[in-house]
Structures are given as C-alpha cells and as structure tokens.
C-alpha cells in the first residue's frame, strides 16, 4: 500500500492523558500537514512539515499540542493533557514535490474519544 | 485569514436529479480543488482547477473555477446514490498550504 498511512485509527484517552498520533506519507512526499475534523464540518488546518522542520505551525493550539517530523520514522502529532475538546478526526495529508500542498493526498484519520 | 465559504451546507435529492453546489471566498487563491470524502475515510481528490473561467469535466461531474478566481462550482449531473457523500472545496496559496471550506454533505436518494 503505497499511500498515506496514520494510525492507529481509533484511540481512546482519558482526560490528562497523552495521545500519539502516526503518519507516515507516501514514498516520494516530503511535506506532511496535518487537519482536525469535527462532525459535518470541514477540515481545519493544524500544521505543515517538512523533514526535520516546522513550516507552518498557525492552526495549532499554543499548548499541549506539538508536531515533528523527524529525519527517520513518522510524523508525530502529540497531544498532551487531553480534554475531552480534543476529541475529533485529525487527518495527515502529504503533498508531492512541485507546487508544494496544492495536491493533498490523505490518509483514514485517527477518530481521536476523550473520556 | 482566507475564508471559503460552501452551500448549501446540506442537500438531498433523488437519483437521477441535477444538483450545483457553491465554494465562495473574498480571496483570489492562485487554484483551487474539489475533494469528495465519505464516512470514516480521508478526503480524496477530485480536481484541480487553475486558470480563470476554466472548466473541467469528469463524467458527470462539472468543475468551474471564476473569472477571478475567487469561487467556484461543482455540477453533477443524473446523480447516483455513489455520489453521496461530503464535498469540500480547497483554495491553495503560493504559502504552500490549502484551506477549507467546511462541506456540502450530499445525499442522493434511489
């Protein structure tokens, strides 16, 4: 399977608990972003990295929410102290080289529930 | 903060109706897509419109992007119910990322 991969695709927390979530992009992407959904809205974007760096961090909330994307492995975007505000679908999108985020490719999402 | 807007929010109809849903900002984006996203999945994407005035067919969907590119709209003709689901337009600026607007959720009844 040579597309966007996230997982795990449903994670459970309890307040104050911290959630991981996973993305790897497909081969040849070097751009990862990441989007919230809430239930029949649309995606609200979060963060946009590329290797080793963050691009665009506007959409994050200042605390408790990070994002890396580290020179081996999957983007990471953690959340720490969960609230039950948090639960939603966070969606990874990668891009292809060229007109970098014009063409989004994405994975299921992980249907974050905060109990 | 670029804004699109999309309507109507909702929409049902029977199969074998014609719909157009809109996508409507204030900001010239330099293009725009069209995604379609089911339940439980990511969006996938259906098209990328660029140039001004520029219209795109896939079967029998219409795409038309604005002379200014500001807006644009989706036609489907003779819809089937495997057009169900939430359609979501994406204006994308040369800063490299794309913002939504937050769906249409098309029903089409058989």
């Known amino acids: 399977n040579a597309g966007v991969m996230q997982n795990p695709r449903h994670l459970v927390r309890r307040r104050g608990q911290e959630a991981r979530l996973r993305c790897s992009p497909m081969?040849?992407?070097?751009?990862v972003y990441w989007y919230r959904q809430l239930p029949e809205e649309g995606l609200k974007f979060m963060v946009y990295l590329q290797k080793e760096n963050i691009i665009d961090e506007s959409g994050m909330p200042k605390e408790r929410f990070s994002a890396e994307f580290p020179k081996e492995g999957p983007s990471i975007l953690r959340i720490q102290q969960v609230v039950r505000g948090d639960s939603a679908a966070y969606f990874c999108?990668?891009?292809?080289?060229?007109?970098?985020?014009?063409?989004?490719?994405f994975g299921s999402g992980t249907q974050l529930s905060v109990l | 903060t670029q804004l699109l807007e999309q309507s109507p929010q909702f929409l049902s109809i029977q199969e074998g109706e014609n719909l157009t849903v809109y996508c409507n900002s204030s900001s010239v984006f330099s293009s725009l897509q069209w995604y379609r996203q089911e339940p439980g999945e990511g969006p996938v994407l259906l098209v990328t419109v660029v140039t001004g005035g520029e219209v795109k067919k896939l079967k029998r969907l219409t795409f038309q992007f604005g002379d200014a590119r500001k807006d644009s709209s989706l036609h489907i003709t003779a819809a089937q119910p495997g057009d169900t689901g939430l359609y979501l337009c994406?204006?994308?600026?040369?800063?490299?990322?794309?913002?939504f607007g937050d769906g249409t959720t098309l029903t089409v009844k058989p």
């Open positions: 081969k040849g992407h070097s751009h």
């Open positions: 999108a990668s891009s292809p080289p060229g007109r970098v985020g014009e063409k989004l490719f």
């Open positions: 994406a204006g994308h600026t040369n800063a490299g990322k794309s913002t």
